[in-house]
């Protein structure tokens, strides 16, 4: 029996050596649509597991669901990477409302942002002002600020098709919105969340003190973009407008995490490495089903679809799982720092971290040749109606492995969507459409293939691709 398979395999393998380019991407497509894994993985770590925090429970289970589940696709090598995570913790859920005229409340929806302190234990209370950037902020100066509440409502960008573009040009107010106010002497901060469409869900996220001192720092959440609009509505009708919010969260001593690392070796060139992975860990408010559950599922996947295509990869291939992309980067800044220390080659690096919808094509991160080289193989992709080929970011877990010569990339699915769910209580299962995910796997593992196959910018290869 164990012979007959073993046979099977070789005949798949050496039909793959003699397929063109075109066909095999046929196989690893079909095997994906097929007979894929990265749904029910998606469903175990998304409804069995849920949110995955850097140090809770969530995380601590996903490490060992993960391994064990690529330790069951009879990979070379799995192995966990240790890694000192930082901890934060929510604590009892955020309340916060809107004063107009004493006694007279409206309750809004907000949530404390990830590494924020708490407020006071009977909450702040205090009048508010609506800010769109820092340079506001700056105008008004501290006479203005001193003992308010800073609310920053600068909404993301409705006409950028790429809606992480327009993430981008407002996420500053979430991430340094407190030390910035903290400046002139707020109390607190609210930030409108990072969120195109209006509705009741805050949207939480990393932001950071800096160097500030524990005594000056301040308290600071996110509000729904619903009440967002009510509150500078009311603000416009009645400056003296007051709003109260309280928060019980609290960042604890670092612990030990891991990423989750397993490796193909390479049959030709073992030292040269390529890479696929997404991160581990979820903020905590849905089951981090899109940021970044998919992601991870789908660089597993890769692994798994390599060798139920029949191919026998040249270079060795690994899928890393990293923790603590969320509020840290720790397991991509580890990963990257232990890879330089021994030496490792990574000539091509590919993140899943922009959700799990229907994929687009990819971003790449280096130089005009490899870029060209890409270019080439843009047919392959056309029969799947991906056709988003541009030189850009790849991701922030991947980011530290950047050389001179290796190629960096990140799945660009649509990303009409993603910033509805984004770090929200609604980032879950039932937001995954199968076919999507599926889709997604299927082509990262096509463009893998193709760099493992053809390697990174050999400008002699560019004329060898099998059409
Ligand atoms: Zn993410």
């Not at 959700?355 to 490899?370: K, L, Q, V, W």
């Not at 001179?404 to 009409?416: I, K, T």
Request: aromatic share 8%; proline share 3%; glycine share 8%.
């Amino acid at each position: 029996m164990k012979s007959a398979f073993v046979l099977l395999m070789l005949c798949i393998t050496l039909n793959v050596a003699s397929q063109s380019d075109a066909d095999v991407l046929k196989t690893i497509y079909k095997q994906s649509l097929t007979n894929g894994k990265s749904y029910d993985w998606l469903n175990h770590l998304s409804n069995q597991i849920g949110s995955r925090l850097s140090g809770s429970l969530g995380a601590e289970k996903a490490v060992a669901y993960t391994k064990a589940e690529l330790e069951n696709l009879g990979l070379d090598r799995v192995w966990l990477q240790p890694v000192m995570v930082p901890r934060w913790i929510r604590g009892t859920k955020e309340y916060g409302y809107i004063e107009s005229a004493l006694g007279k409340t409206n309750t809004v929806n907000i949530c404390a942002l990830g590494g924020s302190i708490a407020t006071p234990a009977l909450g702040i209370k205090a009048n508010v002002v609506e800010v769109k950037n820092f340079e506001e902020l700056a105008l008004l100066g501290k006479d203005s600020i001193q003992g308010k509440i800073v609310f920053y409502n600068r909404p993301m960008q409705a006409d950028l098709i790429l809606t992480y573009e327009a993430y981008g040009g407002c996420v500053n107010q979430r991430y340094k919105g407190a030390v910035e106010a903290a400046k002139y002497g707020a109390a607190g901060v609210i930030v409108r969340s990072m969120n195109l469409r209006l509705d009741d869900l805050p949207h939480t996220g990393s932001m950071t003190y800096d160097d500030l001192p524990v005594n000056e720092r301040i308290p600071s959440a996110a509000i729904s973009t619903n009440d967002a609009e009510l509150l500078s509505t009311m603000l416009k009708l009645n400056t003296n407008t007051k709003f109260y919010f309280k928060q019980n969260c609290k960042q604890l001593k670092d612990v030990q995490s891991y990423n989750v690392i397993g490796e193909i070796k390479g049959s030709e060139f073992p030292n040269e490495y390529i890479l696929v992975g997404g991160h581990l860990d979820s903020w905590d408010l849905g089951d981090g089903s899109h940021d970044d559950g998919a992601g991870v599922v789908q660089s597993m996947d890769v692994l798994r679809l390599l060798k139920a295509s029949g191919i026998k990869p040249k270079r060795s291939i690994r899928v890393v799982l990293f923790m603590n992309e969320e509020n840290g980067l720790r397991g991509g800044k580890k990963y990257a720092q232990e890879s330089k220390q021994k030496g490792e080659n990574h000539i091509f690096a590919l993140e899943s971290d922009s959700g799990g919808f229907t994929p687009r094509g990819f971003s790449f991160d280096c130089t005009d040749a490899s870029f060209n080289q890409v270019l080439n193989w843009q047919p392959l992709f056309k029969p799947y109606l991906i056709h988003y080929f541009e030189k850009g970011g790849s991701g922030a877990d991947v980011g530290p492995l950047k050389t001179e010569s290796n190629v960096l990339a990140g799945l660009r699915p649509d990303s009409q969507r993603y910033f509805d769910h984004h770090h929200a209580s609604n980032d879950t299962f039932d937001a995954i459409n199968k076919r999507e995910l599926e889709l997604g796997a299927a082509t990262m593992t096509s463009l893998v293939y193709l760099f493992d196959k053809y390697g990174v910018n050999p400008i002699s290869n560019l004329d060898n691709i099998k059409k």
